[in-house]
């Protein structure tokens, strides 16, 4: 999974043709950044003001609108395209968008990632480790099979072991809770058992999704591509976020003397944030996904005091940094070269809704919840989200899947997250217990 950002620089139009110039190519990041926040902004004002629905929806969708593929490529007078496909030796890129724009979405998926972390309630997380893990297991285990078993059956993969079937598995596995806890809140139902089972078995699959995605990238790279040899990166990536993050839960309460004896403000977002970089280069260098580096150092920092401390620092970075790699997602989808995949898409969508509220909701039976009960819980894992959209972009640029399965990633994405509340709602307005007589 090493990306080398410097292989996919695109031609940047009228503002670069002069060989490159690095003034040219601020100039040009620049203005492409303040576009790309100010349209982000408005669009998510607009959504979440009059559509109730998620910023991150109409972040990509605005992605898709002014990215490479529609309005970006529209030459402006004495400009050029302000959004030009990224060009290789005449070719396009795998990346339609040039590297430096691309580099500053990835490093907002890392800082996403490690809020993640920091936000998790680690303490909570262990009290709930039985049913979450279990429910979690339901809602990974039937995704990622019907997801590779799909995209086999419709031809976009020869066989379940090929990195495109590993890849689309490893997209259906990621949950986004944040629309479910959104609904939960509305409705005072965070603290019901159902409630704090979501919430708890979210954070389980957030870390099985990020363990597959980093056993699914090690394979992909490997040589010899086999049941084996998924195995031993299986291994390998467990071992590796078992010890960083053993390592981090027992290093965080010297960071936080050390930090503490730092005068200067910011001390601790600098610290905890490099971090954070640190942990997620290390991952790559040991062929893994960097996302697991700055998962784990949030997630070992998130008992700390400290951690309520750079999370409220955090936010403004977050604000402006993560809307960015959104859009940005968005604009790598080429909405022409997925219509063949249309209907693979739809079939994906269903599969995803099904696979959650089965899988997760099958196992949560057998926690003490009963049908109604089950029905909730699953239901609430079937919005994807951030890491999906994540994994999608690994893929994308590594050359793993292409543009096809990536806009159909991204489909099954917005679906998933529109349809989960529509069905939640009147489940939760349903008064009658979701726990079976004995069980809290």
Request: charged content about 10%; aromatic content about 6%; proline content about 4%.
């Amino acid at each position: 999974m090493n990306i080398n950002l410097l292989d996919t620089v695109p031609m940047l139009g009228v503002l670069s043709s002069g060989g490159g110039d690095s003034s040219q190519i601020v100039i040009t990041l620049l203005i492409q950044l303040s576009v790309i926040i100010a349209a982000a902004k408005f669009a998510g004002e607009i959504t979440a003001r009059f559509l109730k629905l998620p910023t991150v929806l109409a972040e990509l969708g605005i992605g898709v609108l002014i990215g490479p593929f529609a309005l970006g490529a529209l030459p402006i007078p004495g400009f050029g395209p302000l959004f030009p496909v990224s060009l290789i030796n005449g070719i396009p890129a795998a990346i339609p968008v040039s590297s430096e724009l691309f580099a500053i979405a990835q490093i907002g998926s890392v800082i996403l990632l490690f809020a993640i972390g920091l936000e998790t309630n680690l303490r909570q997380f262990l009290k709930y480790a039985g049913p979450a893990t279990a429910v979690a297991l339901g809602g990974i285990i039937l995704p990622f099979a019907l997801g590779s078993g799909a995209t086999v059956l419709f031809g976009f993969a020869n066989s379940f072991l090929s990195s495109e079937a590993l890849f689309m598995g490893a997209i259906m596995t990621a949950t986004s809770v944040g629309i479910t806890a959104r609904v939960l809140a509305d409705l005072k139902s965070l603290d019901r058992p159902e409630g704090v089972t979501i919430l708890a078995a979210a954070v389980v699959d957030d870390v099985l999704g990020i363990l597959v995605l980093t056993v699914v990238v090690g394979a992909s790279a490997a040589s010899s591509f086999s049941a084996g040899a998924l195995g031993i990166v299986a291994i390998k990536a467990v071992g590796f976020w078992l010890g960083l993050t053993a390592i981090g839960i027992w290093a965080a309460p010297y960071i936080e003397r050390l930090i503490n004896k730092f005068h200067t403000e910011g001390a601790g977002l600098v610290i905890t944030l490099s971090l954070a970089f640190l942990a997620a280069g290390a991952a790559e260098l040991a062929g893994l996904a960097f996302i697991i580096g700055a998962f784990s150092v949030g997630l070992a920092l998130s008992a700390t005091e400290l951690a309520h401390k750079v999370e409220k620092e955090l936010s403004g970075i977050i604000q402006f940094v993560v809307p960015i790699f959104f859009v940005v997602m968005g604009m790598l989808v080429d909405v022409s070269s997925m219509m063949n995949a249309v209907v693979f898409g739809i079939v994906l969508s269903v599969l995803a809704i099904l696979s959650k509220l089965l899988g997760s909701g099958a196992f949560a039976l057998v926690t003490g919840f009963n049908l109604l009960g089950s029905t909730r819980i699953g239901v609430g894992m079937i919005p994807r989200g951030e890491v999906a959209l994540i994994i999608a972009g690994i893929g994308l640029s590594q050359g793993i899947i292409g543009q096809n399965l990536f806009g159909v990633s991204i489909m099954m994405t917005i679906i998933t997250t529109l349809i989960a509340p529509i069905i939640l709602v009147p489940l939760l307005k349903n008064d009658h217990s979701g726990t079976r007589k004995g069980n809290p």
